[in-house]
């Protein structure tokens, strides 16, 4: 596994392991025959796995963790990743994406330097030559999540691949926008919610990946990718919002009002080409509409 003899299951260390992407992958790697330790900064009911509570912008805390695991592999997904808290509370923001990875890293480098990392950035970041592109506290965070990553394999010759997810699709609690909408059309279904979808821009467009196929990407680049490497991970589509409403409308019986809070504004097409991850075997395996019903039938089949 990665040039890597074991005669045990290599250990995996998921942090944000209790999180919508997280979840996904705890269950995935266990299948793939890892030893996996979640990390979470909350208790979360998950029999699979071994689970650690810590506090990864706690720089003590992250030492303690990586010195008793000892993982050979880290898959981060931890961290802050919500636009309009990071207006709020930009600290805290930079605290949860940057200052969290590079206590990891560094705790690696001293205590396990060989392990295998990636590290899952965001579409969102900006180009740094370029600081007029920049556009909220989160992007400034994704960004210098990715360049300290960058700079721990370079200056300390440490084994650390970036993956770059559009906007993650599929089953489970998210407070994605496709997740968002899915809610309120079970609450319609239910009579539980006024029969109309509220939308800020239905000409808005997005590339939406599957979680499944996401997770399934990470796998690959555990096992295949190459240190210092950008892996981007979607479809290599772009929808608009109002094109999924309408994926929507066809998966329920009831009708409902659209109300668009801007109208008339059109976007360009959104372009996120997965090229590297492609050439190491990846293909998404889920279509929009089946993630959209899946989403539907877990938030049916899951009500608060």
């Not at 290599?10 to 025959?33: D, E, M, R, W, Y």
């Not at 998210?174 to 968002?180: A, F, R, Y």
């Amino acid at each position: 596994m990665d040039g890597k003899v074991m005669s045990r299951m290599p250990k995996l260390l998921i942090t944000g392991a209790s999180g919508f992407t997280g979840q996904h992958a705890c269950n995935h790697f266990v299948n793939a025959g890892f030893a996996v330790t979640a990390v979470s900064r909350k208790s979360f009911g998950n029999g699979q796995v071994q689970t650690e509570l810590c506090d990864l912008t706690n720089k003590e805390s992250v030492g303690k963790l990586i010195k008793k695991v000892k993982p050979d592999y880290l898959l981060h997904l931890a961290g802050q990743n919500h636009v309009g808290t990071s207006w709020i509370d930009p600290v805290s923001t930079l605290e949860a994406n940057a200052m969290s990875t590079l206590y990891l890293l560094e705790a690696l480098r001293q205590e396990n330097p060989d392990c295998k990392v990636v590290i899952v950035g965001s579409a969102l970041q900006f180009d740094p030559q370029n600081i007029s592109t920049l556009t909220h506290p989160y992007s400034l965070s994704k960004t210098l999540q990715v360049l300290i990553a960058q700079s721990w394999g370079v200056l300390y010759n440490m084994n650390i691949v970036i993956a770059k997810p559009s906007n993650l699709i599929g089953p489970g609690i998210s407070n994605g926008v496709c997740s968002i909408f899915a809610k309120k059309i079970v609450d319609m279904e239910e009579n539980k919610a006024e029969k109309v979808l509220e939308v800020s821009n239905l000409q808005a467009k997005r590339d939406f990946v599957d979680v499944r196929d996401a997770v399934n990407a990470y796998e690959i680049i555990i096992t295949q990718g190459k240190p210092g490497e950008i892996y981007d991970i979607a479809s290599g589509n772009s929808y608009s919002l109002g094109e999924v409403i309408t994926s929507f409308r066809a998966l329920t019986t009831i009708d409902f009002e659209i109300k668009s809070k801007v109208k008339g504004q059109e976007e360009g097409r959104v372009e996120i080409l997965p090229v590297e991850i492609v050439k190491l075997g990846w293909k998404p395996a889920f279509s929009l509409k089946s993630s959209l019903e899946d989403i539907l039938y877990f938030y049916r089949k899951n009500k608060p």
